[in-house]
């Protein structure tokens, strides 16, 4: 399999290539030439362990390592240990909220209590692989509004040939976030806290991966989720959901908290694949530029000064990454049009598709909803009223959209984010209690904790990196 970018100045290039890549050249997103169909795989892959079908459904895309090097490296990044629960995904019913009707999609029983370790355990074995195979080093520069920094720092400290810069939001992450990555004292780690908000973490990212030299120079690269290799992950707890929700072969609907945008991809590109999916539920906070454009066909990112701090903080998102992605599928596969629709987005600050809209659920199964702060708590306390499960903000923000779709006959599957623990504030607000955490995390505030404060200010971060990279 080969990738091409959505903006079309790129060569095709095999899956290593992008996975060392990151951004596209041009400043475009890899997305591959064309995606296989796994219908006729799917009985067949109904009774694989995660690691098993890990491999499969991964090795669809990875063509280029070899078949029993991806066996290992799945079971390397999925195994229990690394995860809490044998099942690394189980599904959790919630009975009694929302008619019955919704099942959480396990996706935080990684090491740091959230779903981006789902893709970036993955990610730190496929990585020092390739590097190793290749004898190169990697700097990977990336951005976090909370659990995308924790995650990729748990799965790359102390892998050889590879060193992660990763830019947060100075202070606007929940204390248990920023103890995570912040405690880490591995020399291959270096947290950056930016003045700003995530989106501004982002565009610094953008701007300096957009220097080609500079990335050249340095071997910079990527595991934010324009790194297709993190949504290829992200795709596999789609089917593995589907099988687990309804062997029989009939739809599923999945209800994904978005920021970013690259969850959903992952549901998309799986829907595309063939996998019998009824909707793709976006829900967003107080943020919700990708709603609007859901419910209405214009893209309007907001600047940060109009970027709302919420309790569901790892979606304070308005420019959502991974988008483009999808786009280019909306257009056609045209790279001509997403470089124009990007292009006016740069001069007029947003772009209508509003003549699309029609296609958006009829052709691509989406549907959208936002979530405020009263929602989230009075979610919260319903789940927990209702099945006796506390469920994360983020995660309420989900479930809350998600009741407004729930159809007969087709299991609702709640993506969730993130275990409790990590904003606890907002669950003592919701129902009175402090959410119980892993033993070994229950003085994780109280490490000494290691981090460079910086205004917003590319220039800056380019020398930190020119001073400690290797």
Known sequence: ??????????????????????????????????????????????????????????????????????????????REGVFSSAAIVPLKPLPGYAGGGLTLLGLSEGPTLAFKDMAMQFLGQVFEYVLGQRGQQINILGATSGDTGSAAEYALRGKRNVAVYMLSPHGLMSPFQRAQMYSLQDANIHNIAVHGMFDDCQDIVKQLAGDLDFRRRYQIGAVNSINWARIAAQVVYYIHGWLRANVAGGEVSFAVPSGNFGNILAGHIARSMGLPIRRLVLATNENNVLEEFFRTGIYRPRASAQTYVTSSPSMDISKASNFERFVYDLVGRDPERVRALWAQLAAEGQFDLSAEQPRFEREFGFVSGSSSHQDRLETIRAVHAA?????????????????????????????????????????????GIEPARPAALAELEQLPQRVEVMNNDAQAVRRYIEAHAG
């Open 1 to 78: 399999m080969k990738y091409l970018s959505t903006r079309g100045g790129m060569v095709p290039q095999s899956f290593s290539d992008v996975l060392l890549e990151g951004l596209a050249p041009d400043g475009g997103l890899a997305m591959p030439e064309t995606l296989p169909d796994i219908r006729p795989h799917l009985s067949a892959w109904a009774s694989l362990g995660y690691a098993e079908l890990a491999a499969e459904v991964l090795g669809l895309f990875a063509d280029d390592i070899p078949s029993a090097d991806l066996r290992r490296l799945t079971a390397d990044a999925y």
């Open 387 to 431: 099945s006796g499960v506390v469920i994360d903000p983020h995660t309420a923000d989900a479930a809350k959209v998600a009741a407004s779709h729930v159809e007969a006959g087709v299991p609702m599957l709640v993506l969730e984010t993130a275990l409790p623990a990590k904003f606890s504030a907002t669950i003592v607000e919701a129902i």
